[in-house]
């Protein structure tokens, strides 16, 4: 006589395989979302650096650095007129500073807030350039008597729900700055 059915042992080993599958798919799964996280941030921060290379190639197009404080922090210059994203040059050749004639140019200066955004503060106009984070930096360096500014970004940001996990880019940009004296 043959017995159809499941005894105890088997339906207690089929659990067991049940639960450890379970329970690695659950892993798997959370491991996936944290690598999701950690990429997604870091997509973030090469956008914010990269945003803010592009923000500063367009301001330092034609302009003329007239300071960068000691620490490397700001840096004060002169904006040229650009009309339908061409530079407005004058009869002699030079420039047309904004605000134009006959006032003297009025000087713009670039910096970072404390909230961490890249800002420049023209004519008592503040615009806010790039997010580089709470934590993020910018440096400039521009040699006495070089024409070759050199700005250092450092986008930093943390995962909102998650602050242990933070994600950094930097970059090293150049400008040649042709209308220095």
Same mark, same amino acid.
């Given at each position: ?12 080993? %089929?659990? %067991?395989?049940? %639960? ?130 050199? %700005? ?30």
């Amino acid at each position: 006589m043959s017995r159809k059915g499941v005894t105890l042992l088997e339906t207690l080993v %089929a659990c %067991a395989l049940f %639960a450890f599958l379970a329970g690695l798919i659950v892993t798997i799964q959370i491991a996936a979302k944290n690598a999701a996280r950690r990429s997604d941030l870091g997509n973030e921060v090469y956008r914010a650096a990269m945003l803010a290379a592009e923000r500063l190639r367009q301001e330092f197009r034609g302009a003329r650095v007239e300071s960068v404080d000691p620490a490397g922090t700001n840096i004060t210059y002169w904006l040229p007129r650009i009309q339908n994203g061409v530079l407005q040059i004058l009869p002699t050749g030079e420039p047309d500073w904004e605000p134009g004639d006959p006032a003297p140019p009025d000087r713009a200066v670039l910096s970072m807030s404390a909230a961490g955004w890249l800002q420049r503060d023209f004519q008592a106009n503040v615009r806010r350039m790039a997010f580089l984070g709470p934590t993020g930096s910018i440096t400039f360096d521009l040699p006495t008597g070089s024409r070759v500014l050199t %700005a250092r970004v450092n986008a930093r940001h943390q995962h909102p729900n998650d602050p242990s996990v933070v994600s950094t880019y930097a970059v090293t940009l150049r400008f040649f700055l042709s209308n220095q004296p």
